[in-house]
């Protein structure tokens, strides 16, 4: 029986839950210390940036001072046109 790669991640999420939960851990602290307008409205300009996006999204997060997650959320939403 042939695991597709879908499975064989689900099993290891399973397996090594810690490591998972660690990596998401290093990951969020990565950006959130940048969070410093997290709950002030998108300015046109942030929206600007973020639909353009030639940089990575860490370093728009530290440039807007937003965290990557608001930022991925932000730019899902705007071209679905919510």
């Not at 990951?27 to 300009?45: A, C, F, G, I, P």
Request: hydrophobic letters at 25%; charged letters at 35%; proline letters at 0%.
């Amino acid at each position: 029986m042939t695991l597709t790669h879908y499975e064989m991640n689900k099993r290891w999420r399973k397996k090594h839950n810690n490591i998972w939960q660690i990596q998401k851990k290093r990951y969020y602290d990565k950006t959130v210390e940048t969070s410093s307008n997290r709950y002030q409205r998108w300015t046109q300009e942030q929206i600007d940036i973020i639909l353009k996006h030639k940089d990575t999204d860490t370093n728009i997060a530290r440039q807007i001072g937003k965290s990557v997650k608001a930022i991925q959320i932000k730019r899902g939403r705007l071209k679905k046109g919510e």
